[in-house]
């Protein structure tokens, strides 16, 4: 089936404006992550949905950064106001509510000029 | 420092030879995983290890986990070139809730291994 897809691939950006990632889990999964990678790094965790309940929001770095979700489908991270050090690779991962694996997205890569 | 750090930071081998990796962490888990990361994205799970679990296999790998010392390998035998990746360890010490733990994972910054034809 299909995995988890996200769009855009690439998205340049100047510092100031305002940007939308989204994240289509697969079919099924209850539970959505998203997570940012700058270069070089590990992931960072940012922010977790799970079905209807409150997200846990205690990654995301500033008030400039927010996601939604809707039920159990897609998710979108908004970044406002973004900086340069915002740039990153920002991935989406998915998995059901009985097993802890992850199954990622191939990622956002996010470039501030 | 971060939860889940690796070591080494690289690792250079010959094809056939075996790889290992470390990783260490600081807070008591649920569970610990390895995912392996190619050209910069797409993270793909390998295997995951539970806290009461000490080793497990899958093909070519083997984890271990020491819950005493904090600390995992993943040892990859007979490596081949398509090997050739970034292997991180993610430790997931969220708290359990009716007996699942949400799954937020902490990452460490990876072991990048080059495999040489």
């Known amino acids: 089936g299909a995995g988890v897809s996200q769009s855009p691939s690439n998205k340049v950006t100047e510092k100031g404006k305002d940007v939308e990632l989204r994240c289509d889990p697969i079919?099924?999964?209850?539970?959505l992550y998203w997570y940012r990678q700058r270069l070089g790094q590990g992931l960072e965790f940012l922010i977790y949905?799970?079905?209807?309940?409150?997200?846990?929001k205690s990654g995301l770095p500033s008030d400039r950064f927010s996601a939604e979700r809707t039920g159990e489908s897609v998710s979108t991270l908004t970044i406002q106001r973004t900086q340069q050090e915002d740039s990153a690779v920002y991935l989406c991962?998915?998995?059901?509510?009985?097993?802890?694996?992850?199954?990622f997205g191939p990622g956002t890569r996010l470039t501030v000029t | 420092s971060q939860q889940g750090e690796e070591d080494p930071q690289a690792l250079s081998i010959q094809e056939g030879e075996n790889a290992t990796m470390n990783c260490s962490y600081k807070?008591?888990?649920?569970?610990l995983q390895w995912y392996r990361q190619n050209s910069g994205r797409g993270l793909v799970h390998l295997i995951l290890?539970?806290?009461?679990?000490r080793e497990k296999h899958s093909g070519r790998l083997r984890v271990t986990l020491d819950t005493s010392k904090k600390s995992s390998s993943l040892l990859i035998t007979a490596s081949r070139a398509a090997d050739t990746a970034s292997y991180f360890c993610a430790t997931d010490a969220s708290p359990n809730a009716g007996g699942t733990s949400y799954g937020k994972l902490t990452f460490g910054q990876g072991t990048i291994l080059t495999v040489h034809p």
């Open positions: 949905f799970q079905g209807n309940s409150a997200p846990d």
């Open positions: 079919s099924g999964h209850t539970a």
């Open positions: 290890i539970r806290s009461n679990e």
């Open positions: 991962a998915s998995r059901t509510s009985v097993y802890y694996e992850q199954y």
């Open positions: 807070t008591s888990i649920n569970n």
